[in-house]
């Protein structure tokens, strides 16, 4: 057992274990469970650089670690931001306590009058009581430093595993992104397989699978097997739940699904992961240099007081020799008094350090447990979110492969089940004449071994993966090793095919001909032709009865078999010719030697497998000639309708160049009439604007002018009521009141905002005016119903704005400008006009892409206008 230093991140302690050093963390975690009663998966543990700890690795396979200097870091995943949980309830109590329970006991032997007793007992109660707590308190100083130290550490590895998580999952999304790229070429794959799928289910449905065929597949007996079915029927029953026609269809679909994941989603949680994770507000906290400088001033503080608490312990406690002088004792209890004084001061001190200690602890452990439960735990979840998504996306594209590779097969199915059969026919025959003629070739059998167990190995690779092999067992069976005697038996085990069931499928599916069709000659050539060197006294020695054997050996020519017969009068062989023949030929009788290298039949032999090799290169000739053919009027085709699109284009091109001459000089017309037009009503404008400035002096003329009325009828009023000449003053105001009454309200509205302004020194210099002869004014500040407004068109927001000061955007809509004709897409936009404010709505950006390219939540007015005629003419300016 050993003891190891763990560091508790959530509390801000350090706890000790005792724990055996061959032990797996994976043990450890739950010992630590049973101490502080944390499950072993909330156990977050690492060490102090911030590297995972292994659950399968022993204690010591990390030497070094696990103590004082550098213990192992275990955080809480699941613990939540309680106070209440950051740290051990008693402590502060517990420093208090014990300060002041040392200080008592020294203020009761204080208290104590008799001088004899406070010199001997004195000193004994400051070594004990304050002697030891000084010790304590120096000690828990020490220790909440540590801890402050050990936190900062904690915080450290906490956001380098953040890191760390964060590189490992943008490593994924990397992976993630190609394969995610790459849907669209498996999707392309697969409507590729869709175009020939519906002619392969059709060409299933015409390969008959007999009923030998199947129950040589299950190892059953004839008569027990199911009944003979086709290929179609077969691969869809394998699956009761699905069936293969809507396979492609729903495999698209599938495709197309998955093809929605969100990408965009996954590499927005990643950067904003990053984003913060460089942000050095969080990354770092903030005044931690500055407090952990602070606390070691404040700690050499302490140490200095608790050297001088021990220097004034042993000053007290020092052996002197007794003394006897009442007068000297008492003044040594007044020295021992004065430095009892200043050590329990010194240890007061001491403990506010402690307790500051401790505050700042909990302050910094608040921090970081709000930052981990904060933003931490949030980027984790973010990370976690883009992990789930990538590896859901994983699994289900997995599963799509899995599935394109199956059509894949069933597109195969019907080629590889022909050759399947035609493999089945080959071998039998191969088996057949192979053991017939093996005495003859034994010499030669290793190199066609050879030659057989590379054809073996290449259709091996072809029916290794394909669900068809379970219809074709025994086709796995290897090739013996080379022999001289006896042939061990092989293919016994194949498919029971007869030549019929070949015709019947070449007969019904007449495209699988070429891969079915079975050259039979061709093996008995290569059997015969491979004996360059064939030693006849061999031959003699196992066929007595040919005693007129020569003993020479035969040409080493192309020399068919028959050759050999003539020597071999009791030589069996099998008709060549014929495939359908199961036995052997009977024996030759005996006739007279003759030369094989001109007779008549040996050359024929010869060269008859040469002629159908011809015959055979003649067909697929003219297959390819076909073809060929076919491809060539295929091509012409589409040169042709090539050439018309280039056609086409010139001729369109063309019509666009004689369409940008002809609109040009229109264009240019139009241009300068506008220009003209505008230049017009600009001066117009200024016109408007120099009636208006005329229009603005008279009537401050005018209020000025009621203004001095006003105040001469206040002091007449005054000086009325002063004499008790009430009746003077009520006939004037009734007669002011009959002026106000044939007053329009609106008039004396605008006159008392415009005397308000006036009093208070506004200086704004809009002015709202709705009198008659002021409906043209145009309002610059208080935008409202029915106010005359400049519009000017604005490059920044491609759109109309009023022309105010208000700290609102006005933008005139769509509806507006189209009533105005002001939308036309060909001819220029105008860059200003006049109207008049029909309707306002206030609104609120809530879209990132909006049609102003404003930030979100900005407030503007969309205003309905309607267009104003300019007309100068119709202004009549008086002057005084």
Not at 420 to 428: A, D, F, L, N, Q
Request: hydrophobic letters at 35%; a negative charge; charged letters at 30%.
């Amino acid at each position: 057992m050993e003891q190891i230093k763990v560091f508790y991140v959530n509390k801000g302690h350090l706890l000790t274990f005792e724990i055996g050093t061959l032990q797996l963390f994976k043990n450890v975690r739950s010992q630590v469970c049973e101490e502080i009663g944390i499950d072993p998966k909330d156990q977050l543990w690492m060490l102090l650089d911030g590297t995972a700890i292994d659950n399968q690795k022993m204690l010591s396979d990390y030497p070094g670690h696990g103590k004082d200097k550098s213990p192992f870091i275990i955080y809480h995943i699941r613990n939540k931001n309680n106070m209440s949980d950051m740290m051990f309830k008693g402590d502060l109590k517990e420093i208090s306590d014990t300060v002041e329970s040392a200080m008592d006991k020294i203020k009761r032997i204080q208290s104590n009058s008799n001088t004899n007793d406070l010199y001997t007992d004195l000193p004994n109660a400051v070594l004990n009581c304050c002697g030891k707590t000084a010790m304590l308190v120096n000690e828990w100083c020490t220790q909440l430093i540590n801890e402050h130290n050990l936190l900062t550490s904690s915080w450290q590895c906490i956001f380098g595993s953040v890191e760390e998580s964060l590189s490992l999952t943008q490593k994924k999304y990397k992976i993630f992104k190609k394969k995610f790229d790459e849907l669209d070429g498996k999707i392309e794959e697969v409507v590729n397989l869709q175009e020939n799928y519906a002619d392969c289910l059709q060409l299933l449905k015409k390969i008959n699978l007999p009923a030998q065929l199947l129950a040589h597949s299950r190892s059953q007996k004839l008569d027990q097997s199911p009944k003979s079915t086709n290929l179609y029927e077969w691969l869809d029953n394998s699956d009761p739940n699905n069936s293969i026609d809507n396979l492609v269809d729903q495999l698209l679909e599938q495709y197309e699904l998955i093809k929605k994941t969100n990408d965009k989603a996954v590499l927005e949680s990643i950067n904003y992961v990053e984003d913060q994770t460089r942000n050095k507000d969080l990354r770092e906290i903030s005044g931690i240099t500055r407090r952990m400088q602070t606390l070691k001033q404040n700690q050499a503080k302490v140490t200095e007081l608790f050297d001088r608490i021990k220097h004034t312990i042993q000053i007290m406690t020092m052996a002197s020799p007794p003394i006897t002088d009442t007068y000297m004792i008492q003044n040594k209890v007044d020295d021992y008094m004065r430095m009892s004084d200043k050590i329990m001061e010194d240890l007061r001190k001491m403990k506010e350090y402690c307790v500051t200690f401790r505050k700042s602890k909990e302050e910094l452990l608040a921090n970081i447990n709000a930052r981990i439960h904060g933003w931490v735990v949030m980027a984790c979840d973010r990370m976690d979110k883009s992990f789930r998504e990538m590896v859901y996306f994983h699994e289900r594209r997995y599963e799509l492969s899995r599935k394109t590779e199956l059509v894949q097969k069933i597109e195969a199915a019907p080629e590889v089940f022909a050759q399947s059969v035609s493999e089945v026919s080959r071998r039998s025959l191969f088996r057949k004449h192979f053991v017939t003629w093996q005495k003859a070739y034994m010499k030669f059998s290793e190199m066609l071994l050879k030659q057989e167990k590379e054809k073996r190995n290449n259709f091996k690779e072809i029916i290794e993966n394909h669900f068809l092999k379970v219809l074709f067992r025994g086709l796995e069976d290897p090739m013996p090793e080379f022999f001289n005697k006896n042939i061990p038996s092989f293919d016994m085990s194949i498919p029971p095919l007869d030549e019929i069931y070949v015709d019947k499928i070449t007969t019904a599916c007449p495209e699988l001909t070429i891969t079915m069709d079975i050259d039979s000659q061709d093996i008995v050539r290569k059997l015969m032709l491979q004996a360059q060197c064939l030693n006849v006294s061999a031959i003699s020695h196992d066929s007595p009865e040919s005693s007129n054997t020569p003993t020479s050996c035969i040409q080493s020519s192309k020399d068919n078999f028959d050759s050999i017969s003539g020597y071999t009068n009791s030589a069996n062989r099998l008709s060549l010719s014929e495939r359908k023949s199961s036995e052997d030929s009977p024996p030759l009788i005996d006739q007279e030697t003759q030369s094989s290298v001109f007779y008549p039949d040996s050359l024929f032999n010869e060269y008859k497998y040469i002629i159908s090799d011809v015959q055979s290169i003649k067909k697929q000739l003219s297959l390819l000639r076909t073809d060929f053919e076919e491809t060539i009027t295929e091509t012409s085709t589409n040169f042709a309708n090539m050439d018309n699109m280039v056609k086409e284009h010139k001729a369109r091109e063309e019509r666009e160049k004689t369409k940008e001459k002809i609109i040009e000089p229109d264009a240019d017309d139009k241009m300068d009439n506008v220009v003209e037009h505008q230049g017009k009503e600009i001066v117009d404008l200024k016109k408007l604007l120099d009636n208006q400035a005329i229009m603005i002096e008279m009537l401050k003329t005018e209020l000025g002018k009621d203004r001095s009325d006003t105040e001469e009828s206040t002091i007449m009023f005054k000086s009325s009521i002063e004499n008790g000449n009430m009746a003077n003053s009520v006939s004037f105001f009734a007669e002011k009141l009959d002026k106000g009454i044939s007053t329009d309200r609106n008039d004396q509205a605008i006159d008392a905002s415009v005397y308000g302004k006036a009093e208070n020194g506004d200086k704004f210099t809009q002015t709202r005016l709705n009198l008659k002869s002021m409906e043209m004014m145009i309002s610059l500040h208080d935008i409202s119903e029915g106010a005359t407004v400049l519009i000017v068109y604005d490059e920044r927001y491609q759109a109309f704005l009023l022309f105010s000061s208000s700290p609102y955007l006005h933008f005139v809509k769509e509806s507006s400008l189209r009533r105005m004709n002001l939308l036309s897409p060909t001819g220029p936009v105008r860059t200003w006009f006049l109207g008049k404010v029909n309707s306002l709505d206030l609104c609120v950006i809530r879209k990132t892409n909006n049609r102003y390219n404003l930030e979100l939540n900005t407030r503007v007015y969309r205003v309905d206008v309607s267009s104003v005629l300019l007309d100068v003419r119709g202004i009549n300016v008086k002057t005084d």
